[in-house]
């Protein structure tokens, strides 16, 4: 019997594998490349270590400076290729593809629904975990199932039914998405990619995409826009060491060179508290905090 070999490294630097370029060490880093290895990483990430956390694309979040203790297991090298059809509608893709790949796959071959996600860094596991969205949809409504993980190793297919789809958060808390079965509409090619271009050239107009960030900071508040009121409260450009309100879009919090995780979350603390003292309104954290 051949014995497995999965890609495992102690201290792990983290900030390399995060959009915002922040974060400390983990104690342990397996990165998986199939599903045998997968397997086995999520069996002995559990029996090292009692904290295990999944990293996908390393969008949507923030890691303490101190790093964190115990494993962390990062998709980013999983599968990457894997799109396929499965049915006129209907594509498999793997859980380590760039979403970005997938939205301009499904694109050029017809398939439209995706193009909303357009511009939004990650991962395909990491995207549907959180249940990303845009102007227009989110992931979660074009899942028909998934293959997940469980820490012991085990594999099990979950209807979309199955699972709760939040704004921006799902249920599958310790589960690793692996692979997901999605439901498009057939267009026209030209027709999706002119969508997923009209969608792309908004984001690249109003928000800061060239600059490192964890993408929109905070959740929008019910009837309203989480940007429009930091705006509001006069703190576009306001800065703590290197970490800033962007000037272009006021939930985005950027990174202008050296910003630390305390920078951050100092930012983010002054930041709830103006809009809190001008507008009444609690500001609450879209991008998950690994601290």
Not at 26 to 54: G, K, N, Q
Not at 237 to 245: F, I, K, L, T, Y
Request: aromatic letters at 6%; proline letters at 4%; glycine letters at 12%.
């Amino acid at each position: 019997m051949s014995v497995l070999t999965v890609p495992l490294r102690r201290n792990e630097p983290l900030a390399r594998y995060t959009t915002f370029g922040i974060g400390g060490t983990a104690d342990w880093f397996f990165e998986p490349r199939t599903v045998a290895e997968l397997s086995e990483a999520c069996r002995m990430a559990h029996s090292l270590c009692t904290e295990v956390r999944i990293l996908g694309g390393g969008s949507n979040l923030l890691i303490s400076d101190a790093g964190v203790r115990g494993a962390v297991i990062s998709m980013r090298r999983f599968e990457t290729r894997l799109i396929e059809p499965i049915a006129a509608t209907m594509v498999r893709v793997s859980a380590g593809v760039r979403l970005a790949r997938l939205v301009r796959h499904c694109a050029k071959h017809g398939l439209a629904g995706l193009e909303c996600l357009a511009g939004i860094p990650g991962t395909v596991g990491g995207a549907i975990a959180m249940n990303a969205g845009g102007i227009g949809g989110t992931i979660g409504s074009l899942v028909a199932w998934l293959d997940v993980m469980h820490p012991d190793g085990a594999m099990r297919r979950l209807s979309a039914e199955e699972v709760a789809w939040g704004y921006r958060s799902t249920n599958l808390g310790e589960l690793v998405v692996v692979f997901a079965g999605l439901r498009l509409t057939p267009r026209p090619v030209e027709e999706v990619v002119a969508q997923l271009e009209r969608t792309l050239s908004c984001k690249r107009t109003a928000q800061p995409l060239t600059m490192p960030s964890a993408g929109c900071f905070f959740r929008n508040p019910a009837g309203d826009y989480a940007g429009r009121l930091v705006d509001q409260a006069g703190l576009k450009g306001h800065r703590v060491g290197g970490a800033m309100v962007s000037r272009k879009h006021a939930n985005f919090l950027v990174n202008r060179g050296g910003a630390t995780a305390r920078d951050v979350l100092e930012l983010v603390r002054q930041v709830r508290r103006a809009v809190l003292e001008r507008f009444h309104v609690e500001l609450q954290n879209e991008v998950h905090c690994w601290v």
